[in-house]
């Protein structure tokens, strides 16, 4: 203690302690106390006006910083009801989605009801464009085999290569192992759909051992003959969109565009059975 009333500071503060006390009372007692007052007050109007402003300032800034975190919270509301609105457009659009899926399937299944259906997901795809080997999420545990044929809505997607217990190999019509008896649907005409390395990475096969007069044109489409391979008769191949001619024999070749989309698969059907039929072009039905 008696070191703190040594120190300077105490000294220096007791010392305008006397004088803010003693100074206006010999002055009032002088007669100046009310001219002091009056010029400390002069003196002090530009500090009074600074320290409102400041006060003000201070005030403000308070004031902006209350309303910045009501905004930030306000923002944070937002941006759950937009998280919770865009899980909900996602549900919808998945609903969406399972519904027309449901759709096309009933009306595949209404257009042959000699088949018999197993709905799948593709859950693999090699990389590129055009996808020659897809995997599914369904196999031997449901009844798949080798060699049963994978469709959409549209078209040919191709056939089970392999199966496991819970999934199974897909090529599809690209590949340059898949071969399709094909016909021309407005003429009749006979041929056969392959896969050629040369053109797959383009999504094109070709149908081949047409006549060099046979009566086909661009924009036919192709169907499946149901000989000569396990696809029946009647499915959709896809639509030609170029003729050439055989460089090797003299015979024409179509080159075809597959009805079925390959680039974005997403859900097949495998055709489990079916009864096997023929068809003549004139529309008579041989069983």
């Not at 800034?61 to 937009?82: G, P, T, V």
Request: proline fraction near 2%; glycine fraction near 8%; charge should be negative.
């Amino acid at each position: 203690m008696s070191k703190f009333l040594r120190s300077r500071f105490f000294i220096i503060a007791l010392l305008i302690a006397i004088v803010l006390v003693t100074v206006p009372s010999v002055l009032s007692f002088m007669g100046l106390g009310s001219s002091v007052r009056s010029a400390l007050g002069t003196l002090a109007t530009p500090f009074r006006y600074c320290f409102t402003q400041v006060a003000q300032a201070a005030d403000g800034f308070i004031s902006y910083f209350k309303e910045f975190d009501a905004i930030n919270a306000e923002n944070r509301i937002l941006k759950d009801k937009n998280a919770e609105l865009q899980n909900k457009l996602r549900d919808v659009e998945a609903i969406k989605e399972e519904n027309e899926w449901l759709y096309a399937y009933l009306g595949l299944k209404r257009e042959h009801i000699d088949y018999e259906f197993e709905s799948a997901l593709v859950i693999g795809r090699e990389s590129g464009n055009y996808m020659t080997v897809l995997t599914l999420n369904r196999g031997s545990m449901h009844d798949i085999e080798t060699n049963m044929p994978v469709v959409t809505e549209n078209g040919i997607v191709g056939y089970v290569s392999e199966a496991g217990a819970n999934w199974c190999k897909v090529v599809t019509i690209l590949e340059t192992a898949s071969s399709v008896g094909a016909y021309v649907k407005r003429s009749g005409e006979l041929g056969l759909v392959e896969g050629v390395y040369e053109l797959k990475d383009n999504g094109i096969c070709q149908m081949s051992y047409l006549p060099s007069d046979a009566d086909i044109k661009v924009g036919d489409i192709i169907l499946s003959s149901g000989i000569g391979s396990f696809y029946p008769r009647g499915l959709v191949i896809g639509t030609v969109t170029e003729l050439v001619p055989d460089e090797f024999s003299r015979s024409l070749i179509a080159r075809i565009k597959p009805s079925a989309d390959l680039t974005d698969l997403r859900r097949v059907m495998i055709i489990k059975d079916f009864n096997a039929y023929t068809e003549d072009v004139g529309g008579e039905v041989n069983e």
